[in-house]
């Protein structure tokens, strides 16, 4: 079946613009993950989504970070005046209720220039 | 949440099987002891989870202490596709749904 999906592969931005990742989800999956991986490091948590609502956003670094998920399926992840240093590998998971598995998208590789 | 010690990096040759250990001294009672694997450009895949003693599948063993203070993952004949980034992980509860919290990992290379 389809995995975790997530759009663009790629993107590139300067600094001081608006970004939206995306990220489809394993239908059926009501828990939803996002991840931030710097180079040579494991991947670092940001928000945690159980249905619509935000459980944990306790990893969002700053205001700057704001992340949506208006009908419990797809999510979007928001970055405001992007800094160089917001670059890094956005990785996506998601996950049945009560599971201890993670299922992780190919994630989205955010160069800010 | 337990903290997790690994090697940062392993060198293989093809065939032979890998075992790398993880210390978590501080693992909490309700804590599960989680694998997971990466490769370059990909997300992580999970590979194994236990608890204690021992669990295997078809990827990989888990070999687990009676006091549970470090975990060993072993890789039966590896081959240069096992080439990857492994990360221990502790702190998963029962209930599930929880955030994960990765450390630096093991990097392995395979080299035939």
């Known amino acids: 079946g389809a995995g975790v999906s997530q759009t663009p592969s790629n993107k590139v931005t300067e600094k001081g613009k608006y970004v939206e990742l995306r990220c489809d989800p394993i239908?059926?999956?009501?828990?939803l993950y996002w991840y931030r991986q710097s180079l040579g490091q494991g991947p670092e948590f940001l928000i945690y989504?159980?249905?619509?609502?935000?459980?944990?956003d306790s990893g969002l670094p700053n205001d700057r970070f704001f992340a949506v998920r208006p009908e419990g399926s797809v999510s979007t992840l928001k970055i405001q005046r992007t800094e160089r240093g917001d670059s890094a590998m956005y990785l996506c998971?998601?996950?049945?209720?009560?599971?201890?598995?993670?299922?992780f998208g190919p994630g989205t590789r955010l160069t800010v220039t | 949440l337990a903290k997790t010690t690994q090697p940062i990096s392993m060198d293989s040759y093809e065939g032979q099987e890998v075992n790398i250990t993880c210390s978590h001294n501080?693992?909490?009672?309700?804590?599960?002891i989680t694998w997971y694997q990466q490769f370059p450009s990909q997300g992580p895949r999970f590979i194994i989870q236990?608890?204690?003693t021992k669990v295997t599948n078809e990827v990989a063993s888990l070999f687990i202490p009676a006091d549970r203070k470090s975990s060993t993952l072993s890789l039966p004949r590896v081959s240069l596709s096992d080439t990857a980034v492994y990360y221990c992980?502790?702190?998963?509860?029962?209930?599930?749904?929880?955030?994960?919290?990765f450390g630096k990992g093991t990097r392995l290379s395979v080299i035939a």
């Open positions: 501080n693992i909490a009672t309700n804590d599960y």
């Open positions: 236990g608890y204690k």
């Open positions: 992980l502790v702190g998963v509860g029962q209930s599930g749904n929880t955030p994960l919290v």
């Open positions: 239908s059926g999956h009501t828990a």
């Open positions: 989504f159980q249905g619509t609502g935000a459980a944990d």
């Open positions: 998971a998601s996950s049945l209720v009560g599971a201890r598995e993670q299922y």
